[in-house]
């Protein structure tokens, strides 16, 4: 399984950003669960947002109400739909990847940069 990430950059505090997540090599995408993480420099690594092999969604606190994830099982695309972005947000985000019976998050992306000025 292989998970590419993209849509990062550079944006002014208010602004948006929607991150896209590719699968390749993945058979039954829908019975994966997927989750986005992010960790900004000096700090761990942080849960942002999971979707679970039934579209039920969480979200962490800092992004609850600025941040919609979904995914499109026929393209096996996750998205992260970020709004009202603030410089905390700054940070490398990874998607995640799971077989719905697995405990821990098996497959990761590489990452794509998220920058907030």
């Known amino acids: 399984v292989q998970l590419v990430e993209s849509g990062g950059g550079s944006v002014q505090a208010g602004g948006s950003l929607r991150l896209s997540c590719a699968a390749s090599?993945?058979?039954?995408?829908?019975?994966?669960?997927m989750g986005w993480f992010r960790q900004a420099p000096g700090k761990e690594r942080e849960g942002v947002a999971h979707i679970d092999s039934d579209d039920r969604t969480t979200y962490a606190d800092s992004v609850k109400g600025r941040s919609s994830i979904s995914k499109d099982n026929a393209k096996k695309t996750l998205y992260l739909q970020m709004n009202s972005l603030k410089p905390e947000d700054t940070a490398m985000y990874y998607c995640?990847?799971?077989?719905?019976?697995?405990?821990?998050?098996?497959?990761w992306g590489q990452g794509t940069q998220v920058t907030v000025s």
């Open positions: 995640a990847a799971k077989r719905f019976w697995s405990r821990v998050y098996e497959y």
């Open positions: 090599g993945v058979t039954y995408y829908s019975q994966y669960s």
